[in-house]
């Protein structure tokens, strides 16, 4: 299956959507200490940085991406929302995929970070069902939940939007954007949480 159409259609909403919101880019996300437009910045790293740029800035902080990300999300947060925009419809965005991630790393990229800014701020999910179908089953059937340290043993999770359901035991029913965002380690707004 090709995920380009779904990765690129995924940024391109959360571009649509947040071009009608522009009271939301200084809000927090789900993401701890950064501001949407920390965020966005974070998820377009691949639209304004080559690979030899990115490795230099890696190597500058000692090959610590968590502090590199933080960087770059905090620097080019400020950035004019017209550029941020721009990054998320941009062709470069839509075809990266991240080194041993392949493009089902790239959409779990697009629809988690996607989901960081929505969900923070009540704005609908801009992926698609068929997206969060993709890095739901991702999320749960190829151990990418243990990535993010949640343990979804004994939880049986079930999008009530879409669907898709995984696993057994306690029972966790949500729309979909929710069950995305607590599988990798979010806690939402109203303090639910998984483990």
């Not at 030899?52 to 502090?67: C, Y």
């Not at 970070?113 to 890095?135: K, M, Q």
């Amino acid at each position: 299956m090709d995920l380009h159409g779904p990765i690129r259609d995924s940024f391109t909403r959360l571009a649509d959507s947040l071009e009608q919101a522009p009271e939301v880019w200084d809000l927090p996300s789900l993401c701890a200490g950064w501001r949407v437009r920390d965020a966005v910045a974070h998820m377009t790293m691949p639209a304004r940085l080559t690979d030899e740029q990115f490795g230099a800035e890696l190597a500058a902080v000692g090959g610590d991406f968590q502090l590199l990300s933080d960087t770059i999300a905090v620097r080019d947060g400020e950035l004019p929302v017209a550029k941020h925009l721009a990054n998320l419809r941009s062709p470069e965005l839509a075809e990266w995929e991240p080194p041993g991630g392949g493009a089902i790393g790239a959409l779990i990229h697009a629809v988690v970070h996607g989901l960081d800014v929505t969900n923070a701020v009540g704005l609908p999910r801009a992926c698609t069902d068929e997206a969060a179908h993709i890095v739901l089953e991702s999320l749960t059937t190829g151990g990418v939940a243990a990535r993010f340290d949640v343990d979804l043993s004994g939880v049986r999770l079930q999008a009530d939007d879409i669907d898709w359901s995984s696993g057994s035991g306690r029972d966790v029913t949500a729309p979909a954007a929710d069950i995305v965002s607590l599988a990798c380690h979010r806690t939402l707004l109203d303090g639910r949480f998984v483990s």
